[in-house]
């Protein structure tokens, strides 16, 4: 197998853990990347200088010993040990500090010439019984001759899931080793509980190990990016991703919020940030643990955050500020504003007063407006004057008192075709990172380059659109290109309208949106509407517009797609799923559309060469 370089996880869209080098073995096996992430997060397994895993080079004892104790709890403070623990192990070995922990824990022994033989290759025997001695099992936990009780345990406790040595003489590889103690963390102890809590971790809802976590706890910031903040790194990253995406380490700009896991030589970066003045800090200054800028509440995540703005720190209600948002989305830090920090882009949706804190336990009111941004959420923003609802403006706020000025953005140019692979639209290529809103009326949803994939942008369906220096797409909002923006459901009853005593006829309607009920009785509005799947706009309660879905017919779910004879339509991500019974509509899964000897339906809302997709599923 080629040598494999040190990877690292993509926390900030997925995780998505599936590369294509399984570990080959009898059973589920976990992919090599998963087993290499979960090594690598923890530290059990390193790369060479320059980043290598060597994943089929044999394992040393000595490099077995390492990895074992690193495994079991508190073993990555190993340090250097005090005395040579053997006559070919000397103190200035590397791995003396390990070789002594591993015999004081009891995970290995030295041979009947009281030699240690750290550069002899490790069999799979051996490895097994270190697995074993972490999970507490002894000599005594075994009968038979060595090692086949310890084999036996080995394959009941499926440690062996994804290893290739078989026999219990054949040599380890560093791609066993990773398998082999990646299986540990799931397996359970001689006293029953899953070996993963004894480092501080948990399984997922599956039964394996919660790599979210894991990596996540493993994982050091939050740094303020400035033009120094490698000097507090103590390696240099194989890996950086920015905003959820590959990128290089010059890519990291100043103020961007850094994370980092040396084990795994890599570096996450974030450049969100949002700007304004501070509204609200939640529950008191004295602990405060959430602030409130430009209408959003943001939860605070740093110690140095919250103490920025406790009653101790520098910044106080009604100033203006900028806040440096970290991976979860809270605030990792707070800094003075910067000439750019507070634009953003987006659509007009509301333009009202508003109530405000005066910061003397006063309030006031002013002319706000609410802005759909482009990347997707709302942003409350006073201003003087100006503001009109559908108007696409730049808000940019001012450094001195937060003022907020209003700039109409200039009717977008741009049309043309994206193509197949959803990488460009006419001759633009799309940014990495690019910020893609489709809006509907007042409402938005943020979608991928992909999601466009073959759809016609002319005929004013791009409000606006941004390049950056490369002239790629950077920002783009939409009209109603996709669908997404709106709500889907059943409407499970609408009542036959009657005379309103002289005032016109009344239509009543009952509908379920993604499992919350809803009755709009009386209204004069008369919905293109008569039962089954629906798409709404606007508050579900009292939508703007209502109308049915057309049905795909009957059929069957193939991966992500709803296949109805030698038609195939394209799944929502987000598409709803019910179950019909006895007249009633009750929320289900995809998984009970899959059951054999269910009736399926499917219900989209456009044609797919038009942005749609099966928005509802009902089965009986």
Partial sequence: MKTTRLTALLLAVCLSLSLALPCAAAGSAPSLDTAVQAMTALGILTGDGSGNLNLSRRVTRSELTAMAVKASPGGDAVGQAATSPYPDVPRSHWASGYVEAAVSLGLVTAFSDGTFRPNEEVKLAEGVSMALALLGYGPGDFSGAYPSGQMAMYRKLKLNTGVT??????????????????????????????????????????????????????????LVARSDWRSALSFTPATVYRNGGAAQLRDIQDYDVIYWNEAMGTVWAYGKKATGVIQAIGPDRAAPASVTLAGRTYAIESSAAAYDLSDLGKYHLGDTVTLLLGRSGGVAAVADITASAGEKVGVVVEVSNASYPDGSGGAYTAR????????????????????????????????????????????????????????????????QGAEIL????????????????????????????????????????????????????????????????????YYSYAYDVAGTAYTLPGVATRFHVNGGPIRLLGDPANPKSMASLTSAGSGQIVGNQFAAGNQKYTLSDSVL????????????????????????????????????????????
Avoid at 393 to 417: D, Q
Avoid at 467 to 490: F, H, K, M, R, S
Avoid at 599 to 615: C, H, K, L, Q
Wanted: include cysteine.
């Fill in 577 to 620: 799923v019910y179950e019909l019974r006895d007249g009633r509509y009750n929320l289900s899964s995809l998984a009970r559309a899959e059951e054999d000897g269910r009736t399926v339906t499917a219900w989209y809302d456009r044609a797919e060469s038009e942005g749609g997709r099966i928005r509802v599923i009902v089965v009986r």
């Fill in 368 to 431: 706000t407006v609410t802005l759909l941004a482009s990347d997707g959420q709302t942003y409350q923003y006073q201003i003087r004057g100006g503001g009109q609802v559908g108007a696409v403006v730049r808000a940019a706020v001012a450094p001195n008192g937060g003022e907020v000025t209003l700039r109409g953005l200039s009717s977008a140019t741009i049309t043309g075709k994206v193509n197949r692979e959803g990488t460009m639209l006419d001759k633009y290529a799309f940014a």
């Fill in 165 to 222: 040595a078989a026999a219990p003489t054949a040599p380890l590889t560093r791609q066993d080793a990773a398998c082999l103690f990646y299986n540990l963390l799931s397996a359970r102890t001689k006293e029953g509980a899953p070996y993963i809590q004894s480092l501080g971790y948990s399984l997922d809802a599956s039964g394996k190990p919660d790599i979210v976590s894991l990596v996540s706890g493993r994982m050091d910031g939050p």
């Fill in 438 to 505: 489709d809006v509907s009326d007042s409402r938005g949803a943020v979608v991928s380059p992909g999601r466009l994939a073959g759809l016609d942008l002319g005929g004013g369906k791009v409000k606006y659109y941004a390049l950056n220096p490369q002239g790629e797409i950077e920002t783009l909002i939409l009209n109603d290109v996709t669908g997404d923006a709106y709500q889907y459901g059943v409407l499970t009853s609408f009542d036959t309208p009657e005379e309103g005593g002289g005032m016109g006829r």
